[in-house]
């Protein structure tokens, strides 16, 4: 037996009989053995034996046999080889170089083989050698790997052939003067002359480094260096180097101009992305569309993405009309190319950390600390009104050694957290790609677990299956088409925590685990103990029931193209979409026992006195129909593209959901098993749809001058049918610069091109029916007699505007985009202003109508920014690397708003910043008690270590003496980020690679919250360390109060202390290092033992660290409201077959 000396082949074995994989067998077998003849080609050698035996036959009919044994195929030229010859042959377990020798021994025929191809050529004079000949040679990246899959063609014929798996080609009676074409998608394609050659290696350069790079637009695709608008685009790769679960977290930092902001970092929430700053109060949300139809970003995996465009401006969104005001993300999933046959197997294991925690006082000092607050609010220097005793305080620490429950000095995160969760992400890609068929198809299985996964119930996790396969067709030369599917099923498990207020919150945060280190969650036999003040145990997650989330989403994309005469194509789409959705909520009832008496019930938690259970159902669904005619010419040097369309989409989308309470067993959550006299459930339904016209015009003069035009007619059933249609045009222009000859003089130049655009988007997103009175049903319990009725009733809860209409976003931009040094220095720059018109807002209507207030088109917002983007890439021997760096910035300004005001800590009214801070300005802390009697104060309770807040005006105009919300609150500044900027290194040393990626924002007016200092509340809140060493004590000396940072510490007095000020702002500047990885790549000659095309191993961190001013224990990008943000530290392994 041959001896393997392929250790790899034994970690597969053993990864192949984990459990994790045990549900995934069915699915691999069939996939492996659908692919099993495909391996077989790829490990294919020259070793195999043949048996042939043959009388009298042609050699034509020997070399079809010989075919048909193996996975050799033979290229030739039948009037140069006499294929048609008869001969007689008997070989049996021979090599094919000693067939080939047999069969044309003593004939003028040669032969040459690489890999599976045998090439047939002849051995005639020398003039005929040097006339035509064979030409082979290897296709490599920039990166030295080799390409498969390449077209390698002579010029102006038929001839030709495709690379195989190791980048090779052979070509036979090529002749001296032949040119051949290499072309490949997302390379720049190359002409060389052959001449004498025989070999010609050729090393491909991918064209997102110059400016031949292809880029996708609305519908369709046109170079970068013809583009008019503003485009940015990012490879597939860069996001799925970062190794995040989520894609729209993968894009922070790509792309200038992106703002993608995260307040969680819970696995599978998604980030909030804005594309140049903010468009409407209403929604900004960017249009998603993925392979040519709107579709939902959670639906991607981040391994199945080729490419992601965002178009930014009108000149470039307006294509998508009515959905486009906040821009569009496109995003094209992988597919496959002609002459590639691989199956991958990548599995990613990690784990996740919180980056910060903050941290609290132990209970000696709670208590102390306690005791200062009950003197602070009596306001009496000669008691201090303790609620712990000094004797407790000074042996606390002895009783806590003798008995830890009852007198408990207990840690909160440490002991509710898990120290790490753990992931797992496994992916198995399949990809076949021949002259009339490219498949594409992958599964993949993710579960992360939550921080407080082993503390919950039922557990706390995210889980989510993707599958997807993509299929080209190509039926003749005229007509072609796809078929593409996708499914996704996701399962997000949630433990049941209490929060104030009992309510039940089902995300344990950094809030919740904020208690007092006096108590402790559980008694020494496991019963849980009881709180005061009105605050849960976090101790409930443990047995407090559960929130379970299902998602499953399928659809996909049938596609036809036809080329009816040449440069004319018509294209027909449709693509469905189908989601269903539930989502059980099962509350337990969770009981507090008494120590002493284990079976003693001492009360319930807030919000978990009874077992209830609500369950909704969502079902939905939407059809996109397209039809596009596509034409593309030229005279001369005038080029043009045209392009008409139309589109349909229509949804629907019904909702159900019933719930019941005072179960009396907590062990069944169905809703036949709850208490009949608390049943209730609801249900409600909506259709929407769209109807587009659309067309574009592209014109460049000898790519010199450059023109684009679009419009978009779109109907939308959101509105009154007098009102349902509007009309968005773009136009944008361009100039290239470095094509005119008084530019040619700068050698270093490559290219140079300015560009402008103006456009008009319309925005619709404001619920269903708004221009019609809706009704709301429902049902009153009477008596009738003696009886009690159930009686129907309905009223009319939302008022009629029937003329309301579009929001409509009109944008001017300029741009230049300039490359120097043969494309290896880049610059793009662009500026912009963009203005919403009839901005719906709500119309305020007397509160005796007993309506909402509807919506009005009365707003009005100004945005303008700028964004830049720089970057260098050069090889030097083995040794290839990148830096790419961009900035941007923006400031939303709202306009007339019809006389409304959105007020609060954060304001919307005319003149301000969108969302700026409006609060008091603040003049340090009151010192001393006379300096208190001379100053105006909010109320009564103020006291010394208290805010001073600053007198600005009065009912004159100017200060009054008194601090009033009305007269001295002002303006405190933006709360939106500013100066946002992020980048990427890339190096590479022969296998090795190394990435990192950067990113923050250069300026941000951030708040310190009340539950990041936690200084008040009742006894179960806790006190920060970093508060506890720097706040206004009596107990501190002169200096130290002065250079206090917090004020003293209060249980009531807190109006003064929270009523919104500048004290608590600070500058949320922050430089983060997002991610780094380490790959590598195994040698070629290990790979091949291993009947192999790829092995790579890698490691990957996120959120290495940040610098930044941010309250001790909180991230730059976390809320105590919301799940941690988390370090990841992840190993990953690729197989290629």
Known sequence: MKKNNCKLISVIKSIWKSKLLMAMRATLFVVIISISQVIATNTYS??????????????????????????????????????????????????????????????????????????????????????????????????????????????????????????????????????????????????????????????????TIGLEEVVAIGYGTMKKSDLTGSVSSVQGELISDRQTLQLSQGLQGAIPGLMVTKTGNKPGDDATIRIRGITSINNSNPLYIIDGVPGSISDINP??????????????ASIYGSRAASGVILIETKRARTGTASLNYEVKYSIDVPTRLPEYVGAVQSMKLYNESRWNDAGNTGSEYPLFEQDLIENYATLH???????????????????????????????????????????SYAKSDKLYNDIAEEGAYYERMNVRVNNDLTINNFISGTIDFYYSRIL???????????????????????????????????????????????????????????????????????????????????????????????????????????????????GANSTFLNEIRNESYNVTSQLLVNYAGNIQNHNFNLMAGYENYSSFSEDLSASS???????????????????????????????????????????????????????????????RWGFF???????????????????????LKIRTSWGVLGNDRIGNYPYQSTLNFGSNLLYEGNNIVSVLNAKVTDFAIEDISWETTETYGFGIDAYFFNNKLRFTGDYYKKTTHDMLLALEIPDYMGVSNPDQNSGKMNTKGWEAEIGYSNKTGDFSYSVSANLSDFISKMGDLGGTEFLGTQIKREGSEFNEWYGYKSDGLFQTEEELTDYPTLNSTVRVGDIKLLDI??????????????????????????????????MKYKNVDLSLVFQGVGKQNKRILPDMVKPYGAVEQEISEEY????????????????????????????????????????????????????????????EKCKMQNIRVYGNVSNVFSIDNYYPGWDPESSPSDYWITRTFLFGLSVTF
């Open 46 to 207: 020259q070793n195999t034996p043949l048996s042939l035996d043959f009388k009298n036959t042609s050699i034509k009919k020997i070399l079809s046999e010989v075919e048909d044994q193996s996975d050799f195929y033979f290229i030739y030229d039948a009037t140069v080889v006499d294929v048609e010859r008869k001969i007689s042959i008997a070989l049996k377990n021979k090599l094919i170089p000693d067939i080939l020798n047999e069969i044309f021994e003593n004939t003028n025929v040669a032969y040459k083989i690489t890999d599976r191809q045998i090439a047939l050529t002849s051995k005639n004079s020398e003039k005929t050698i040097q006339q035509q000949k064979t030409v082979s040679g290897k296709v490599t990246d920039s990166s030295s790997e080799p390409l498969p899959g390449v077209t390698v063609v002579v010029k102006n014929t038929t001839q030709g052939t495709v690379t195989n798996g190791d980048g090779e080609y052979v070509l036979a009676n090529v002749p001296d003067n032949a040119i051949l074409q290499f072309s490949f998608v997302g390379m720049k394609s190359q002409e060389i002359e052959v001449g004498s050659q025989a070999i010609i290696n050729i090393q491909m350069i991918a064209e």
């Open 303 to 316: 391994n199945d993405i080729a490419n992601i465009s965002v178009l930014k401006d009108a000149a470039s």
């Open 401 to 443: 050694a003798e008995d830890p429950y009852a007198y408990p000095d207990y840690n909160w995160l440490e002991n509710t957290m898990d120290d790490f969760a753990p992931a797992q992400n496994h992916q198995l890609t399949y990809t076949m790609g021949t002259e009339k068929l490219k498949t594409k198809a992958s599964l």
């Open 953 to 986: 005006s009065g009912p004159d105009g100017k200060p009054d003496g008194i601090i009033s919300p009305d007269y001295d609150r002002v303006l405190l500044g933006g709360s939106m980020p500013r100066f946002m900027y992020g980048g990427n290194i890339n």
């Open 729 to 751: 045009p773009s136009v944008s222009l361009g100039w290239v610069l470095s094509e005119e000859k008084f530019m040619k003089s700068f050698s270093s130049l490559s290219f």
């Open 661 to 723: 309470d005072q179960f009396e067993l907590s062990t069944f959550p169905y809703l036949s098993r709850g208490n009949e006299n608390y049943l209730s459930n609801d249900g409600n339904a909506y259709e929407l749809a769209y109807r587009s016209y659309f067309g574009r015009l592209i014109y460049n003069y000898n790519r010199k001058y450059l023109l684009q035009a679009n419009f978009r007619y779109d109907g939308s059933s959101r509105f009154h049918s007098d009102y």
């Open 492 to 606: 997000d498990k949630e433990g049941v925590v209490g929060n104030n207020g009992g309510t039940i919150n089902h995300t344990i945060t950094p809030l919740s685990l904020g208690f007092n280190p006096g108590y402790t969650p559980f008694w020494e036999n496991g019963r849980a103990t009881g709180t005061r003040a009105g605050y849960n145990n976090p101790a409930i997650l443990k047995s407090g029931g559960s929130n379970t989330l299902w998602e499953n989403r399928v659809g996909g994309k049938i596609s036809l193209d036809i080329t009816l005469v040449k440069d004319l194509q018509i294209s027909m789409i449709i693509s469905p979409r189908y989601n269903d959705t539930k989502r059980k909520d099962w509350r337990k009832k969770v009981p507090y026992y008494d120590r002493d008496d284990p079976d003693n019930i001492t009360g319930y938690a807030f």
């Open 1028 to 1087: 506890a060493k720097h706040y206004w004590s009596a107990y501190n000396t002169t200096e130290e109060n002065l250079n206090a940072k917090y004020p003293r510490i209060t249980r009531s007095a807190t109006t003064q202390m929270f009523a919104f000020s500048d004290f608590w702002m600070f500058n949320g500047a922050y430089f983060r290092l997002k991610n780094i990885m380490l790959g590598y790549n195994l040698p070629s000659r290990f790979v």
